[in-house]
T-cell receptor, first 116, second 109 residues
């Protein structure tokens, strides 16, 4: 069974440009999460989808970040325009049921974003 | 605000030298405490969930324990392949994990 896949694995862009990160969760997993690790800091929650609906987007830093999950399958996270402080590793994770029930998230390998 | 603090930041051990990693937490209504392992360039990999004080879970050379204020990850007779960053996270009222910064563990042969 394929795990959570993320693309690209590494993206280098200049300040002001736009980047779109993609996540394909494990097939059948309704819950999809985005997390981010900025250098030197802990991994932090960005948002949570249940199927195509945003359940919680309280961790999104500002309106330069836009996440979508069309049809409840793959998800995209767009940063527009990118700023230097957006650099970090963006992780996607999925689970078949809510965290309260399973206690386990399946993480992708992450997309490393470098903004110059 | 939920908070997780892990110590030490980094730990070097000789193969076979047992030790413990600490995770202290403050959370409003703990619904679960999780341990993950992360290898360089990879995403976190789930190890354990602990739900209540006194609970213990074991997997190979790892054992996780939980009290009302902290969790320990005990590693017994470690091997070089146990080298990784170990992450602790808590689940409070919302469906989101709050992570600590991790402990980078190195096991020398």
């Amino acid at each position: 069974e394929a795990g959570v896949t993320q693309f690209p694995s590494h993206s280098v862009i200049e300040k002001g440009q736009t980047v779109t990160l993609r996540c394909d969760p494990i097939s059948g997993h309704d819950n999809l999460y985005w997390y981010r690790r900025v250098m030197g800091k802990e991994i932090k929650f960005l948002l949570h989808f249940v199927k195509e609906s945003k359940q919680d987007e309280s961790g999104m830093p500002n309106n330069r970040f836009l996440a979508e999950r069309t049809g409840g399958t793959y998800s995209t996270l767009k940063v527009q325009p990118a700023e230097l402080e957006d650099s970090g590793v963006y992780f996607c994770a999925s689970s078949p049921r809510e965290l309260l029930n399973t206690g386990e998230l399946f993480f992708g390998e992450g997309s490393r974003l470098t903004v110059l | 605000e939920d908070q997780v603090t892990q110590s030490p930041e980094a730990l070097r051990l000789q193969e076979g030298e047992s030790s413990s990693l600490n995770c202290s937490y403050t959370v409003s209504g703990l619904r679960g405490l999780f341990w993950y392992r992360q290898d360089p360039g990879k995403g976190p990999e789930f190890l354990f969930t602990l739900y209540s004080a006194g609970e213990e879970k074991e997997k190979e050379r790892l054992k996780a324990t939980l009290t009302k204020k902290e969790s320990f990850l005990h590693i017994t007779a470690p091997k070089p392949e146990d080298s990784a960053t170990y992450l602790c996270a808590v689940l409070g009222g919302a469906q989101k994990l709050v992570f600590g910064q991790g402990t980078r563990l190195t096991i020398n042969p």
